[in-house]
């Protein structure tokens, strides 16, 4: 890829941008990024980031391999539209926009177009997002490629069918928010049971990184880990016991296939108003 052109400036698109450079999957000097109005935000990319910064469409744009929309959703429609003269065929459309499909996109921009959509999670930050990616069928095998290798600088990356991103979405797009509910509830009790505030965070992100290294390297399932570690009659039986008679398992499920149901419904609300 010999030019990236960002269209958003904002946590997403710097993740994203760290993780190419970090990876040297290319240089500074080979993304542009753009945004509505935010010159100070621009800026701040520049200066940490040395990457291309302006407003002038005809330098942003020519000769893009790749356009990635990473702005707001409540923005994408006008931000398309403004756009549209500039997507081709020929160019890769990179879509970080939640809920907004690939037909949406390509009705905004009145033509029929190469789109990546995906659906990171805020882990990206640090380098260790969760991503999916879903294609059109004007997507080529190395437009693919060149995509899933953006999307590996920051993390794990799957490829799904479009449809699945709304389930992607509820699991992992939402799921670090999941997880850092289980933190503060962990730390809330770790307080009522006189434990150092600090001490226990030590402890807390120490188990929850712990547990995650033992998931991605052992061959068990959760479930065999989880008999492991609960002795009968042990204190782990004990705490298990009491998740549940609270159906907290049920209610994790629940939680994801809501997410995954709203996030449904915020797409179908967006498709529904780019008709009109």
Not at 190 to 212: C, P, S, V, W, Y
Not at 216 to 221: E, L, P, Q, R, V
């Amino acid at each position: 890829m010999k030019k990236l052109a960002v269209v958003g400036a904002g946590s997403m698109a710097e993740a994203i941008i760290a993780g190419i450079l970090e990876s040297n999957l290319l240089k500074s000097s080979q993304i542009y990024v753009t945004n509505k109005c935010n010159q100070e935000k621009l800026e701040e990319l520049s200066s940490n980031y040395h990457v291309k910064i302006g407003y002038d469409m005809q330098q942003i744009f020519t000769d893009a391999d790749a356009i990635m929309l990473a702005m707001k959703p409540k923005d994408a429609a006008d931000a398309i539209r403004a756009i549209k003269d500039h997507l081709t065929s020929d160019t890769l459309i990179i879509s970080v926009l939640a809920g907004v499909s690939i037909s949406s996109i390509e009705q905004l921009a009145g033509k029929e177009l190469a789109v990546v959509r995906t659906m990171p999670n805020t882990s990206a930050a640090i380098g260790k997002s969760a991503s999916a990616l879903a294609i059109n069928e004007r997507v080529s095998e190395q437009q693919m490629q060149k995509c899933k290798k953006i999307f590996e600088t920051i993390g794990f990356t799957a490829i799904v069918e479009e449809e699945q991103l709304d389930a992607v979405t509820g699991l992992s797009g939402s799921g670090p928010a999941y997880v850092y509910y289980l933190a503060e509830a962990m730390e809330k009790c770790a307080k009522e049971i006189g434990l150092d505030n600090e001490m226990a965070k030590g402890l807390i992100i120490q188990t929850l990184i712990g547990a995650a290294e033992m998931l991605a390297k052992s061959h068990k399932t959760p479930a065999e880990l989880r008999k492991a570690v609960t002795s009968p009659g042990g204190t782990t039986e004990a705490g298990i016991q009491v998740l549940e008679a609270n159906e907290v398992q049920q209610s994790v499920i629940d939680c994801i296939k809501t997410a995954a149901e709203r996030s449904k419904q915020l797409g179908e609300n967006f498709s529904s108003k780019v008709k009109v």
